[in-house]
């Protein structure tokens, strides 16, 4: 089990978007993430008529490793690390290690 995963509330502990939150759009192997509207990067894209595409300046998210984002934990509306914990009936939670709240049941 994953300690970050798509979808989760997440925010940036280092880097030059230091302080933002944002939800986590995919988790890439070698641990990077990216995350909406963290790590905003331009990139030059030329025109290429056989696929319709036009040419120009494009603003995307670059990826950001793993150790620079926390989990926002939403009770104590800051940033938390993540655990791991198996419940009664045999299944295995994330939690956040501030509170032993449960991030969520699946």
Request: glycine share 12%.
């Amino acid at each position: 089990m994953k300690k970050i995963k798509k979808g989760d509330d997440v925010v940036v502990l280092a880097g030059r978007d230091k302080g933002k939150r944002g939800t986590v759009l995919r988790v890439l192997a070698k641990g990077k993430v990216l995350v909406d509207g963290v790590n905003v990067v331009k990139k030059h894209v030329r025109p290429n008529p056989n696929k319709g595409e036009t040419g120009g300046i494009i603003e995307k998210e670059a990826p950001v490793d793993l150790s620079n984002i926390a989990l926002f934990n939403p009770h104590a509306k800051k940033a938390d690390r993540v655990g791991r914990k198996q419940l009664e009936d045999g299944r295995r939670v994330r939690i956040f290690r501030s509170d032993g709240e449960v991030v969520d049941v699946t």
